[in-house]
């Protein structure tokens, strides 16, 4: 692990809602008092939710839009806020959206990691500008916990997905994997083995221009 990242094993530990209704408002309201500034998705969605008729027409940067000195949530993880009046009146009023939390803002990066029923690409790609010796063995590999093993493995380290307070169980069994950031720096978000920036194949990061979609029944001991 890098000297510059932290893990917390409170970072992603969260108090049981009251209800169902009350989910996603206890969620956000939770998160902006840790310091995550947190914004809207689309209700059973990992996307924004939708931009006002206006933004949606009428095109222009996020940082001269009218709609987010307002308090309104137009332009997805650049409308992240603290303020817990806006909070309050996003999912007051709409209690099936969802909660997204902007990482760069929250000094946050985390790693998505999936478990695609997809083929493995070919070695050169599992771990992108790290070579894979043919003498390492790679039946098996499947998902993003064995791509973080392999390049654990490649370091002498030990696998973030093994500890258990580092991450928090998600749909589909695909845990997430928090760090503090120590310092300004300004980690890059990157997709699986994508041709540009990429950490691992099946292992998304998020960062600085990125944000991480935070579910309800996310707990850890």
């Known amino acids: 692990m890098p000297a510059d990242?932290?893990?917390?094993?409170?970072?992603?530990?969260?108090?049981?809602?009251?209800?169902?209704?009350?989910?996603?408002?206890?969620?956000?309201?939770?998160?902006?008092?840790?310091?995550?500034?947190?914004?809207?998705?689309?209700?059973?969605?990992?996307t924004p939710a939708a931009n006002c008729?206006?933004?949606?027409?009428?095109?222009h940067p996020p940082a001269e839009c009218p709609c987010l000195p307002a308090g309104r949530?137009?332009?997805?993880?650049?409308?992240?806020?603290?303020?817990?009046?806006?909070?309050?009146?996003?999912?007051?009023?709409?209690?099936?959206?969802?909660?997204?939390?902007?990482?760069?803002?929250?000094?946050?990066?985390?790693?998505?990691?999936?478990?695609h029923l997809t083929q493995p690409p070919t070695r050169d790609r599992i771990l992108p500008g790290i070579p894979i010796g043919d003498d390492i063995d790679l039946t098996g590999?499947?998902?993003?916990?064995?791509?973080?093993?392999?390049?654990a493995a490649l370091r002498g380290q030990r696998s973030p997905a093994e500890d258990d307070p580092r991450c928090a169980s998600v749909p589909l069994g695909r845990p997430h994997v928090w760090y503090r950031a120590a310092?300004?720096?300004r980690w890059r978000c990157s997709a699986g083995s994508s041709q540009g920036t990429a950490l691992?194949?099946?292992?998304?990061?998020?960062?600085?221009g990125g944000y991480i979609k935070l579910m309800h029944q996310m707990y850890v001991t």
Do not use: M
């Open 200 to 208: 691992a194949w099946q292992a998304d990061v998020r960062a600085h």
């Open 53 to 59: 008729t206006q933004c949606r027409t009428t095109p």
């Open 5 to 46: 990242l932290r893990t917390s094993s409170s970072d992603s530990r969260q108090p049981a809602p009251e209800s169902s209704v009350a989910a996603s408002l206890a969620t956000a309201s939770w998160c902006a008092r840790r310091g995550w500034p947190v914004h809207p998705l689309a209700a059973g969605r990992k």
């Open 141 to 151: 590999l499947a998902n993003g916990s064995h791509t973080l093993a392999v390049l």
């Open 73 to 115: 949530w137009c332009h997805g993880f650049h409308a992240a806020t603290l303020d817990q009046r806006h909070i309050a009146r996003w999912w007051g009023a709409h209690p099936e959206f969802g909660v997204g939390v902007a990482c760069g803002p929250a000094g946050l990066v985390v790693i998505d990691i999936d478990a």
């Open 183 to 185: 310092d300004n720096r």
